[in-house]
T-cell receptor, first 114, second 111 residues
Framework: ETGVTQTPRHLVMGMTNKKSLKCEQHLGHNAMYWYKQSAKKPLELMFVYNFKEQTENNSVPSRFSPECPNSSHLFLHLHTLQPEDSALYLC?????????????FGPGTRLTVT | RKEVEQDPGPFNVPEGATVAFNCTYSNSASQSFFWYRQDCRKEPKLLMSVYSSGNEDGRFTAQLNRASQYISLLIRDSKLSDSATYLCVVINSGGYQKVTFGIGTKLQVIP
């Protein structure tokens, strides 16, 4: 049981659809993250928000658009995705975006792009 | 060379065995190191941080070797419940923080 929730847990979408993933943390943390986990690949950090400000964007395609309205909520807006975007998308939070803090992960959204 | 490298395994070991995993990193300026555990179809969870002096938590021991740029995880008296994928995480500081995960090492403990 973690303090990070994600919805939906599963999502199937066509390449022309627009959808959003939602993440909420109940831990009072100031940093939130989006990761992508594909089969046989390491977790890839996509975006980091620290105190609601985006601090990292690891060359993620513009078809992924993050939004952090407050320190407890994080969204990932998806549009015109490609089949290779099918993966597990994990949200995480930590006290701050500093290396010594533990990251708490949500259960993930398993995305399939058809 | 990859920034963080792990042997993906699987490591199949009998119950009660001792097993060790290594994780090598390429950036000598890396400052923080962690081991996370990920069960099948679940999210990663922190297993332990890795301190310069090494640290132990029950059956688990983590060590850092800066000279050779690797961290290790030793599991003694393996239990069936230890079956999982163990992810190495390396944090680089400097101009900005960079979080890099290894691909993970899969452990299967066999009865």
């Amino acid at each position: 049981e973690t303090g990070v929730t994600q919805t939906p847990r599963h999502l199937v979408m066509g390449m022309t659809n627009k959808k959003s993933l939602k993440c909420e943390q109940h831990l009072g943390h100031n940093a939130m993250y989006w990761y992508k986990q594909s089969a046989k690949k390491p977790l890839e950090l996509m975006f980091v928000y620290n105190f609601k400000e985006q601090t990292e964007n690891n060359s993620v395609p513009s078809r992924f658009s993050p939004e952090c309205p407050n320190s407890s909520h994080l969204f990932l807006h998806l549009h015109t995705l490609q089949p290779e975007d099918s993966a597990l998308y994990l949200c995480a939070s930590s006290q701050e975006f500093v290396g010594s803090y533990e990251q708490y992960f949500g259960p993930g959204t398993r995305l399939t792009v058809t | 060379r990859k920034e963080v490298e792990q042997d993906p395994g699987p490591f199949n070991v009998p119950e009660g065995a001792t097993v060790a995993f290594n994780c090598t990193y390429s950036n000598s300026a890396s400052q923080s190191f962690f081991w996370y555990r990920q069960d099948c179809r679940k999210e990663p969870k922190l297993l332990m941080s890795v301190y310069s002096s090494g640290n132990e938590d029950g059956r688990f021991t983590a060590q850092l070797n800066r000279a050779s740029q690797y961290i290790s995880l030793l599991i003694r008296d393996s239990k069936l419940s230890d079956s999982a994928t163990y992810l190495c995480v390396v944090i680089n500081s400097g101009g900005y923080q960079k979080v890099t995960f290894g691909i993970g090492t899969k452990l299967q403990v066999i009865p």
